[in-house]
Each structure stands twice: as structure tokens, then as C-alpha cells.
């Protein structure tokens, strides 16, 4: 062979290797071209939707501070802390002697102005006084009737008596003492009935729509697993000038079977009523909903290892927007996955990267 053939000969077999080694390459090439990442969230059925919690305090739907309304010392306490007493009851009495006293001594003044009435009653008819005179006379008649009347009621406000059936939270004073009007002497609970109250910041007033009553109850750390329906009894209008807050006052039927009693500290859970019958509806954020002429849908993710997946397009219906994000009706389960971003451009059967936001 000629040095001229050998020499072409090497060239065509360096051709050959340069085309396969270009060829390898751009298969390399081809196979190694990145997937698009998509970021995704596992879909989950909402548990306690709309749900806040607010610390409460439980008060009696009914109270007073009971005083006697005159002064005097006292004869006896008949009440303790802790006890019920019913309506009428005598919870206290002071030492009457002085107001038997005042009550005699107005009786006497009364009977003998009375007898001066009615004996000028008689004199004047027959023009034997003048009418100045009777009219005096009947002024005194008057007077001292009064003067009775208030000494017979003195004699009554002696007594202290219970104004309502409840229970007797405080007494404040011990026996024999001397007491003023108006002073304190118990104070008296009606606990048939509770009410709870708690203080609701302004973002959440001011969402609040007139007319219409939120699902609420009422949480104890002493009774775990079980919770108390409340219903709302009355709303301030004006916030508390520290606290920006405004008191909401809800009533609560008295349990039987739990000591449930005035001051103790309670959670008060509640959710607008729109939110009721909410607990397993499907939510997800808006944008992941799409839409176009065919109506909404959104990308579900079917996994073909850990990191990577295949799209597909699922035609959702929808509710209204809430707190938690959109109402999906129809189209997805607990568990689906569906793309949360990177959703530009996206077709049916395209292969993606995979980044697990969470579950929603």
C-alpha cells in the first residue's frame, strides 16, 4: 500500500471516532437535561376549622353585696361561706332593742297627734277653732304617721334577708360587731345559671357581623375531653381605654355534675358560623386553583420515586374563600398531592422535580 493510501486511510478512521465521540455527547447531552422542580403540599382535611381561643373568666349570672340599710350592732350571723340559701331567707340580724324603743316612742307621738286631729275635726265644724289651727293639727297628724311608718321599717331593715336564691361566696364581717349602713356583709351568688366573659381584641370585632351568633364553648383545664356550649348574652360597643380589648359576656347552663363556681378561669373557643360544618372540608391556597375555558383545576402529582413525579390536570369545584384558604367541593381527597408553584407552562404527563411544601 502506498504511503499516500495509508495516509488516507488513518484520516477516514479519525473521522469516524471524532463522529461517534460527537454523537455520544450529545446523547449525554439529551439524557442529562435537568427536570423542572415544582414545589408541592399533600392535601389534608381540615380538622377544627376557624377555631380561636381566648382566656375567660366564669362569673355568677346573678350577684350582690348584701348590707344591712340602717346602723346597729350585730345579734347573729346565720349564714357561712359556701352555703345556699333561698329567697326570703333571714342571712342576718342586728340587735333591735334601740329601734323597739324608737318604734314605741313614734307609736305614742303618732296616737296623740291623731287625737288632736280628730278633735279638731270636730271643734272646727262647730266654728269653735279656725281653720289655721286645723290645719296645724292635721299637718302633725301627718307628720307623726310618717315618723311610724319609718320606725316600723327600721325595725324591719333589722333584719337581713336573702333578695334571690344562691349561694353565699363571702361573708366580710363576724358576729357582733358594729356595722354601718349600707356595709357589706355577705356577698351572694346565684350559680343556676353562669355567665362567662371575655375580652376579644378590635381585628376580631371588627369582622364580626350584626345579627348573626358564633359556635362557642367553654374549655376547662380541670375537666379534659369535654367542652360547654355558650351563647352569647351581650357585646361592648366601646373598647377599654388600656387594654384596647372589648368584653363579650356569654351565659352557661350550671353543670350538675362538675363544681363549676364564679372566678375560676376558663378557654373560650369559638369560630364564626359560617365555619360550622367545616371540620373535614378540603382547603388549599387560591393560587393553586386554575382556571381557563374548560373551568378550574388544579396539578396533582402522581410520585415515581422520592424525588421526582408526573403531572396530571384534575378538575376541581370550589367554595367560597376563608381564612384557611379556598373550599375545594369536589376533585380532590385527603392525601392528594398538587403542585403549589413552578405550575407556569405546565402540561398533563410532564416529568418534575419534586420539594414538599407540607400538608395543608
Not at 500500500?1 to 455527547?25: D, N, P, R, W, Y
Not at 361561706?81 to 323597739?100: H, N, P, R, S
Not at 345579627?211 to 357585646?235: H, N
Request: proline share 4%; glycine share 8%; with cysteine.
Amino acid at each position: 500500500m502506498t504511503s499516500l493510501s495509508k495516509f488516507s486511510f488513518m484520516a477516514i478512521l479519525l473521522s469516524l471516532g471524532v463522529l461517534q465521540g460527537c454523537s455520544e455527547t450529545d446523547q449525554q447531552t439529551t439524557e442529562e437535561k435537568p427536570l423542572r422542580p415544582v414545589r408541592t403540599l399533600v392535601v389534608g382535611a381540615v380538622e377544627n376549622a376557624n377555631w380561636r381561643e381566648f382566656p375567660g373568666t366564669v362569673d355568677a349570672a346573678q350577684k350582690a353585696e348584701l348590707g344591712f340599710r340602717v346602723s346597729g350592732k350585730l345579734h347573729s350571723l346565720n349564714a357561712n361561706e359556701g352555703q345556699i340559701v333561698k329567697e326570703g331567707e333571714v342571712l342576718a340580724k342586728l340587735d333591735d332593742t334601740d329601734f323597739l324603743i324608737q318604734l314605741k316612742s313614734r307609736q305614742a307621738d303618732y296616737q296623740q297627734a291623731h287625737d288632736d286631729f280628730l278633735r279638731g275635726k270636730s271643734l272646727i265644724g262647730k266654728g269653735v277653732i279656725s281653720q289655721s289651727d286645723f290645719s296645724k293639727l292635721q299637718a302633725q297628724d301627718i307628720a307623726a304617721q310618717a315618723a311610724l311608718e319609718s320606725a316600723q321599717r327600721n325595725l324591719e331593715y333589722t333584719e337581713l334577708k336573702a333578695p334571690f336564691s344562691g349561694r353565699i361566696a363571702k361573708r366580710y364581717v363576724e358576729n357582733y360587731e358594729e356595722v354601718s349602713a349600707m356595709q357589706s356583709i355577705y356577698a351572694l351568688q346565684d350559680i343556676s345559671s353562669l355567665l362567662v366573659k371575655v375580652d376579644i381584641p378590635e381585628g376580631l370585632m371588627i369582622t364580626a357581623q350584626e345579627g348573626t351568633e358564633p359556635e362557642v364553648q367553654a374549655l376547662f383545664s380541670g375537666i379534659p375531653g369535654e367542652s360547654f356550649p355558650l351563647k352569647l348574652k351581650e357585646v361592648s360597643s366601646r373598647a377599654d381605654e388600656a387594654t384596647r380589648l372589648f368584653n363579650v359576656t356569654f351565659s352557661m347552663p350550671a353543670n350538675p355534675k362538675y363544681n363549676i363556681l364564679p372566678g375560676m378561669t376558663v378557654t373560650v373557643r369559638g369560630r364564626p358560623p359560617q365555619a360550622t360544618g367545616q371540620d373535614g372540608a378540603i382547603f388549599v391556597p387560591p393560587h393553586v386553583v386554575q382556571e381557563d375555558g374548560d373551568g378550574r383545576y388544579v396539578w396533582t402529582v402522581s410520585h415515581e420515586n422520592d424525588s421526582t413525579g408526573v403531572v396530571s390536570r384534575r378538575a376541581v369545584s370550589t367554595g367560597a374563600i376563608q381564612n384557611n384558604g379556598i373550599q375545594i367541593l369536589s376533585g380532590l381527597e385527603e392525601g392528594d398531592e398538587v403542585v403549589a408553584a413552578g405550575m407556569s407552562k405546565m402540561h398533563s404527563g410532564l416529568q418534575v422535580r419534586l420539594t414538599t411544601e407540607g400538608s395543608k
